[in-house]
């Protein structure tokens, strides 16, 4: 198991929808895709505006397939014109990929 931390750069005043994307639909298209968020935070001081949170996937290569699946989903595809017509919810995303320290090989 692997864990992806992704950290999104939220523009100014689109923390609410971003959040409202994950909640009534982002979150059920990555269970599609076989893709767990395990952990969901906001940054706690407000002006540095970032979303953390933590998926799970059994593996590098499977993670970069189900990746590929939910970019290339219509219903992703669509949900994401829709909610940014007024532009852009994300300004840069970061990821780190982690191992559990405890696991042995």
Not at 1 to 29: S, W
Not at 47 to 52: A, E, G, S, T, V
């Amino acid at each position: 198991m692997i864990y992806e931390l992704r950290v999104y750069e939220v523009h100014p005043g689109k923390m609410k929808a971003l959040l409202d994307r994950f909640e009534n639909h982002t979150i059920a298209l990555f269970a599609k895709h076989g893709m767990r968020i395990t952990q969901f935070w906001e940054d706690l001081d407000e002006k540095n505006n970032r979303l953390y949170y933590v998926v799970e996937h059994d593996s590098l290569d499977i993670r970069n397939l189900n990746y590929e699946r939910f970019r290339n989903d219509p219903e992703w595809l669509a949900l994401k014109q829709v909610t940014e017509e007024n532009g852009p919810l994300v300004q840069a995303q970061v990821s780190y990929f982690m191992k559990d320290a405890f696991l042995t090989p």
